[in-house]
């Protein structure tokens, strides 16, 4: 799924306008929301969290659809992880990034 479908569907469930949306996001008039809409644009880091708390929904969840969009060729487990990678704090990668790496096969003679 797209960014932009997951939008549209955000957008239908909330019941809001894409007027409403505009005025909820900083720096986004009604044009650019509309883009985002029809896929044509790709709403920037800012704009991600304030469409995620105008929708009630986690930003992860949109970077993720927005890491689909822009790399189709990572698989949607991919996605998933680097979605919540990012919105970790500093401490809490460098403790994920410490486990996955401890997950690693050791090679042979090591």
Excluded: C
């Excluded at 509309?34 to 969290?49: C, R």
């Excluded at 992860?60 to 992880?81: F, Q, W």
Aim: charge should be positive; avoid cysteine; glycine fraction near 10%.
């Amino acid at each position: 799924m797209s960014i932009a479908t997951t939008l549209r569907m955000l957008s239908k469930a909330s019941g809001l306008s894409v007027a409403d949306i505009a005025t909820a996001i900083p720096r986004a008039g009604i044009g650019t929301v509309n883009a985002w809409l029809k896929g044509e644009k790709v709403p920037g880091k800012d704009q991600i969290n304030a469409l995620a708390r105008t929708f009630g929904v986690p930003a992860g969840a949109l970077l993720a659809e927005i890491a689909t969009t822009l790399d189709p060729a990572r698989s949607k487990g991919e996605h998933e992880l680097l979605a919540v990678y990012r919105s970790l704090n500093k401490r809490q990668q460098g403790a994920l990034l410490e486990v996955v790496r401890s997950m690693q096969p050791r090679a042979a003679g090591k």
